[in-house]
């Protein structure tokens, strides 16, 4: 309260003495000043997370202020909170590809679920400081010639089974007969839309020896859905060649840097999760197509009729 107030109104209450941490004299440019306060909150957050005490008072964005990050013993919980948190910020920087960092650690399970969750967050964040040139998440147009080269590797390197697509070329998927269109919003659609799809497929009468690795299929993409998107529908389309199904989300997309990674890599998971999603797809459809933004994805498996 202010004084002047506080002495009209009686002023009886506590005075609170709000210790100012002081600023070390290492701390040389607001830049640095900056860096450190992303990594106090970064500590702070994951301790909150995992339950550590007086992170909910925000204890560790005081006591950054006076750490050496050379100097951290890892033994102690609050300094490998620190030791953490740096570690991130400084891939970050570096444009590194985190989750494959943050797996290559072998954390303890809380620690790594925590921390992943805490990535999720500050690269939620688009005007965040982070001392590097490149944006978190590079939003690479269509048009891009950079687009093109991933498309033409990925399509390479999957045996022309992965391809990524521009929206238009997704027409004529969405165009054929329309079989099945569910919203999927919350885990709980999850076996109810894969049991519409599977009593769909009996219906059209798709051979039994392959309902059960559609419907495999078809879980996968929609868990993706829930797990890394936000929810959205499933549809499934067909004509005289091939039964679709289209997944289309509205996710902020597969980054470009690690898609590589997420399609073609058995194991490839930015959650704690086991990564067989998209092994599995290409595997049990004929081509895999994505079209993918910072607004959305569509998925779409084709199924093709055996010759
Ligand atoms: N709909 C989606 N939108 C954005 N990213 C996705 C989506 N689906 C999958 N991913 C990314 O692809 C990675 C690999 O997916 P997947 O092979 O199914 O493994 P998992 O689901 O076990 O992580 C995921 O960890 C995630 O980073
Ligand atoms: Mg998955």
Redesign the pocket.
């Given at each position: 309260m202010n004084p002047l107030l506080s002495r009209f109104f009686g002023g009886n209450e506590k005075q609170e003495v709000q210790e100012i941490p002081i600023i070390p004299k290492t701390i040389h440019s607001l830049e640095e000043h900056q860096r450190i306060s992303v990594v106090g909150w970064i500590a702070n957050k994951l301790g909150q997370l995992i339950g550590v005490e007086h992170c909910d008072d925000g204890q560790l964005m005081v006591d950054v202020l006076s750490k050496d990050f050379t100097e951290l013993d890892q033994e102690n919980q609050e300094e490998y909170l620190f030791f953490l948190a740096n570690s991130l910020v400084t891939w970050i920087e570096k444009d590194e590809d985190v989750y494959f960092n943050i797996k290559m650690m072998q954390l303890d399970s809380n620690y790594h679920k925590h921390l992943l969750e805490v990535y999720e967050l500050v690269k939620s964040y688009d005007n965040i400081y982070f001392n590097k040139k490149n944006p978190l998440i590079q939003d690479i147009s269509e048009d891009d010639k950079e687009w093109e080269i991933y498309r033409d590797v990925l399509h390479a390197a999957s045996s022309r089974k992965f391809l990524m697509v521009k929206d238009e070329e997704l027409e004529q998927y969405r165009n054929d007969e329309l079989l099945l269109d569910e919203p999927v919003e919350t885990k709980e659609d999850i076996p109810l839309v894969r049991n519409k799809a599977k009593t769909k497929l009996q219906e059209i009468e798709v051979p039994s020896s392959k309902i059960a690795s559609y419907v495999l299929l078809i879980s996968?993409a929609i868990t993706?859905?829930i797990?890394?998107?936000n929810g959205g529908r499933l549809k499934i389309t067909k004509n005289e060649k091939s039964i679709h199904f289209l997944i289309e989300?509205r996710?902020s997309?597969?980054p470009l840097k690690i898609l590589p990674y997420?399609v073609l890599m058995s194991g490839?998971?930015?959650?704690k999760?086991?990564?067989?999603?998209?092994?599995l797809m290409l595997k049990l459809s004929s081509r895999v197509l994505l079209k993918t933004s910072s607004t959305g994805?569509t998925i779409v498996l084709i199924l093709e009729e055996e010759e």
């Open positions: 996968e993706n859905m797990k890394h998107a989300d996710g997309g597969f997420t490839y998971s930015t959650k999760s086991l990564g067989q999603g998209f092994t994805s």
